[in-house]
């Protein structure tokens, strides 16, 4: 697989330098300047891929372009935002970069109720905590028909954790649900959120549903005719937040997106800590299910509990089956190569999310989940497993 690393732009804190010496080959970036729905112009495009190469790097896979709500509601200037997306596949692909991945979650992007959670070596990971989403749904948004969208149990014990909360850990739950993930065009104040929600929730799943698969069909030919591949990244986490719609958090989702559309354009990513989430996905069987249409992957772990909730383990050490599911990845590649498919021989990957450690706890500018030594490990811990299982694949 291609060692890639997810970078945030010229104002990340972490270095394309640091990058390079860390022994990733690619970068995964997108244009975040870009307001959501605006058009990515072939200018804005090249010079970041200009400063990546400069460093030795290649600007790998766009992560992502993100889908404007109007086009997940089909409300507003959605036919706009939908042609400003075709011409930025179009302009991507001008510059060289082909793979594009995306995500059609509504109203929020990936959630976490805590991302400072000690583990005992005292190194931090993110976590999401169903009693602590449920006290905040319940209790603080105070969302209409909230208590029906949990077991009696988790409302109880919901009712019991926001009680004991002081202001601060109430707001801090709030930051860390809605404030610093980006979910949609900005932050929300609470009113706005309600609506939005409720917007979402009259579609209902199949209503939701179709919105994603119009959008297929509405931006798939236009990627297919020029040779870019487009991978959905799954819900995250894989289930149901908010009484919202979820359409890509299961194998079942993945077959009816890639059945809806069918052509080598219109692919998957492979987030192992997102799939994984949920203790009915079998990483390993779909990627055998749907190898040929995997076109970038995220290598991440979790720990998960009865209740739905989960935290992010270390790379090696968790519920995934990491070694099997590189397995299949490198068969998979192995498959392609064999068969001199006309797909990428070889398929992206990068360590998704890590540990922050004392090295970086106090440093100012480093995102939740994506410190620079909580990565580099991880990305030396799948390198070892990539290099033993390739040798073996290929002896």
């Not at 036919?79 to 059609?104: D, P, R």
């Not at 005992?120 to 319940?138: G, I």
């Not at 009915?280 to 190898?291: S, W």
Request: net charge negative; with cysteine.
């Amino acid at each position: 697989m291609i060692e890639t690393w997810r970078w945030f732009g010229p104002n990340d804190s972490i270095s394309l330098q640091k990058i390079r010496q860390a022994g990733a080959t690619g970068i995964v970036s997108s244009l975040h300047e870009v307001a959501t729905g605006d058009l990515w112009t072939v200018q804005q495009i090249q010079e970041r891929k200009d400063v990546i190469e400069a460093a030795g790097l290649s600007w790998d896979v766009i992560e992502s372009i993100p889908v404007h709500n109007d086009i997940k509601t089909r409300t507003g200037n959605y036919l706009k935002y939908i042609e400003n997306y075709k011409q930025s596949i179009i302009n991507a692909s001008k510059c060289g970069v082909y793979t594009i991945c995306y995500n059609f979650m509504p109203v929020v992007d990936w959630t976490r109720t805590n991302l400072m959670y000690k583990l005992p070596n005292n190194s931090h990971a993110l976590r999401f905590e169903m009693t602590d989403f449920a006290a905040y749904d319940v209790y603080v948004l105070k969302r209409d028909g909230a208590e029906a969208s949990y077991e009696p149990n988790v409302v109880s014990k919901a009712k019991k954790r926001f009680d004991a909360m002081s202001d601060f850990e109430r707001e801090e739950l709030e930051r860390n649900i809605i404030a610093g993930l980006p979910g949609g065009e900005g932050s929300y104040t609470r009113d706005e959120i309600r609506t939005t929600i409720q917007q979402f929730i009259d579609l209902g799943t199949d209503g939701f549903r179709e919105h994603l698969f119009a959008f297929l069909r509405e931006i798939i030919p236009v990627a297919e005719s020029v040779g870019a591949k487009m991978c959905i990244h799954p819900d995250d986490p894989p289930f149901s937040l908010f009484g919202l719609p979820r359409v890509v958090s299961t194998a079942s989702d993945a077959n009816a997106l890639l059945e809806a559309c069918p052509s080598p354009a219109n692919g998957l990513t492979m987030c192992a800590g997102s799939y994984g989430a949920r203790g009915d996905n079998n990483l390993v069987e779909m990627v055998r299910q749907f190898g040929p249409s995997i076109y970038f992957v995220h290598l991440r772990n979790v720990i998960r509990e009865d209740d739905g909730s989960f935290y992010e383990s270390d790379h090696l050490d968790g519920d995934n089956d990491m070694v099997g599911l590189v397995e299949a990845l490198l068969s998979e590649e192995k498959r392609r190569k064999d068969e001199n498919s006309e797909n990428y021989l070889k398929i992206p990957m990068r360590p998704d999310h890590g540990h922050l450690m004392d090295d970086e706890l106090n440093q100012e500018g480093v995102k939740p989940g994506y410190s620079y030594v909580g990565r580099l490990k991880g990305l030396a811990e799948l390198r070892g497993v990539i290099h033993t299982v390739d040798s073996i694949i290929n002896r």
